[in-house]
């Protein structure tokens, strides 16, 4: 009896010792830079309301880094939200766009956990240099979600469409709502900014430029927060986030300054040597359609890269987003280093 009784202790024993090595190892193997406090990276429906808490958590918990700001309101009544990271009062801006198209949701994910990183990571190094010191003379500000009622019909179906003149509308569009890629009123967002715009196409989940250029409350809302921060100090670039193809926008055609070029190519090559995503060979102004990085390089004379992460089709499954991080999780604050 003695004898079991001891062995049973012992079995005991080493049960807890087994369950207390696997903690240590789960805790080993989870990567230390993803243990986001507050953004959570690993489900794949990152919501509306998920971001707004986090915003709103991280503006709380990091006040004297993050602001933000509600820039303006899609149709269905959404919040368009700035988080702005550093100092607002810098000279120099660093443009972050993210989520365009709406199935392309990871990327706000992607962007919310880099601000958290950021955040953690104020008072430290990356890559040799002080976070805090990059942010004191480089504001960088996000826009995290630019399309979230395209995100909500991707996710949730165009029953997440509350206004019922839309929500009827959309029925009759082309296209299924899973892999919508446009705002709820069927246009494209990344073929309406006022740039080489020609009417083309009808309302529906992708391609639509819409009745004219600039029509859409996502992409009015956007210009005029480019042009309010360019009248506080200069706009250094524009990092745009798109998915899918582990692919990289950076080439500019004739038309671009020189020096827009120039600074273009430094941060596409950052970009390439940190990703390694490949670079686009070609790109022509007669492409553009309407599209937000040929706005910024030639009616705006900023430089722009546009990054698509990813490998499978849109939406990306919440596997995906390890490996994008890896990749991307220095990128915004390594370009911001740049300047
Ligand atoms: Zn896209």
Redesign the pocket.
């Known amino acids: 009896m003695h004898l079991r009784t001891g062995h049973k202790k012992s079995v005991k024993k080493g049960l807890v010792y087994q369950l207390l090595l696997l903690l240590l190892l789960w805790g080993c193997m989870k990567p230390a830079d993803l243990k986001a406090a507050i953004v959570s990276t690993n489900h794949m429906k990152y919501s509306y309301s998920e971001l707004v808490s986090d915003i709103n958590s991280l503006q709380k918990k990091y006040p004297n880094y993050v602001h933000y700001n509600v820039i303006g309101k899609s149709t269905d009544k959404r919040n368009l939200y700035e988080v702005v990271l550093g100092n607002p009062d810098a000279k120099k801006h660093l443009l972050v766009i993210a989520n365009?198209?709406a199935r392309?949701y990871m990327t706000i994910q992607l962007s919310m956990a880099q601000i958290e990183r950021y955040c953690q990571n104020y008072n430290k190094k990356i890559n040799k240099k002080l976070v805090s010191k990059t942010l004191g003379s480089v504001a960088i500000h996000y826009i995290p979600s630019a399309n979230p009622d395209g995100t909500a019909i991707s996710q949730y179906g165009f029953g997440a469409i509350r206004n019922n003149k839309w929500k009827k509308a959309l029925k009759n569009m082309s296209g299924g709502s899973y892999r919508w890629?446009s705002n709820a009123r069927g246009v494209d967002l990344?073929r309406n900014w006022p740039i080489a715009w020609k009417h083309s196409g009808s309302r529906g989940s992708a391609g639509y430029r819409g009745p004219k250029a600039a029509s859409e409350p996502e992409i009015k809302a956007m210009i005029r927060w480019v042009n309010r921060i360019q009248k506080r100090g200069k706009i250094v670039g524009v990092v745009s986030y798109?998915?899918t193809g582990s692919i990289l926008y950076g080439r500019c055609a004739g038309q671009a300054s020189s020096q827009v070029k120039k600074q273009t190519t430094r941060m596409y090559k950052l970009a390439e040597s940190l990703t390694g995503y490949g670079l686009m060979p070609t790109e022509s102004i007669s492409y553009a359609r309407g599209c937000s990085r040929e706005y910024f390089l030639y009616k705006k004379n900023i430089p722009c890269i546009t990054l698509?992460v990813g490998y499978e089709a849109c939406p990306l499954g919440a596997g995906e987003f390890p490996s994008i991080w890896k990749k991307n999780k220095d990128l915004v604050i390594r370009e911001a280093m740049l300047f």
């Open positions: 365009l198209h392309e890629k990344n798109h998915s698509e």
